[in-house]
């Protein structure tokens, strides 16, 4: 008979939708108190945003608000974007601790690293958009603006279209935690990641085709990172599966095993 997870207990479905509330509960009250405390540098923040772009606006040119509510909606809605973004320790924390109980201590200690592992790595990507995809682009888009017309970018238009860049590297920074998963579990091998390297190659740049604007560049930015992330995630993968294959140690026995009887 296989043993339960450790310190797994009995409980009836009503304390598990309690915990389930108790901690999304929590997660909203994060991103709520992240929010109020933000708000105040609101204008701030968008300022800070949207530096990429009026970098390279036209001497003499600003950005516009077209619609009545955007000068602050906008700000609005980036300060509780940001907060989102800020809460995400805090949301994988909660989550953390809700499906932690069922794990077994081996499976602890590869999903603690993973954890961490994919916030790093989100912020990572969004500050790779922010510091070296941004003036990139922006830069392009003026350069090829036609004479006679002038760049003057909407505030709300140029929200919705940083954040989607933003969201999509900071998933795609995620690839390496997905590939270790997939090969942890043993959905997939290493072998055959390594076979379909090639079509694994086009699909990134598809899905930096469908992610991001419609530019070659920031396609390019997007597809590039996620093939070398990928091959990261295929290194990290075979070290996990040689560790696994590799015998335990006399002393140490397996915690999803029943412990030898004595002699």
Request: charged share 15%; aromatic share 14%; hydrophobic share 55%.
């Amino acid at each position: 008979m296989s043993r339960l997870p450790e310190n797994d207990q009995e409980m009836p479905l009503v304390s598990h939708l309690t915990e389930l509330r108790t901690r999304l509960l929590r997660c909203v009250g994060a991103i709520f108190l992240i929010f109020f405390c933000l708000f105040y540098f609101a204008q701030t923040i968008y300022t800070l945003v949207s530096a990429p772009l009026r970098k390279y606006l036209p001497e003499g040119a600003t950005m516009i608000a077209t619609d009545v509510a955007s000068p602050f909606l906008t700000p609005f809605k980036l300060t509780m974007i940001v907060a989102l973004f800020l809460a995400m320790p805090v949301i994988l924390h909660q989550v953390w601790g809700f499906i932690a109980p069922g794990l077994y201590k081996h499976e602890k200690r590869i999903a603690v690293p993973l954890l961490i592992s994919s916030i790093i790595l989100f912020y990572a990507g969004m500050a790779f958009a922010y510091f070296l995809v941004f003036p990139i682009i922006f830069h392009f888009f003026a350069s090829v603006t036609p004479e006679g017309v002038s760049m003057m970018t909407d505030i709300a238009s140029y929200l919705d279209f940083v954040m989607t860049l933003f969201f999509a590297f900071g998933v795609a920074f995620e690839i390496p935690v997905a590939v270790v998963l997939l090969i942890w579990i043993g959905v997939v091998d290493v072998e055959y990641l390594r076979k379909i390297r090639p079509y694994v190659i086009i699909g990134c740049f598809v899905v930096g085709m469908i992610l991001t604007p419609p530019d070659i560049f920031s396609q390019t930015l997007l597809a590039v990172p996620m093939w070398l992330l990928f091959e990261l995630g295929i290194l990290a993968g075979s070290l996990i599966r040689k560790r696994q294959s590799e015998p335990p140690d006399e002393d140490e026995t397996p915690s999803d095993q029943p412990p030898a009887p004595l002699s």
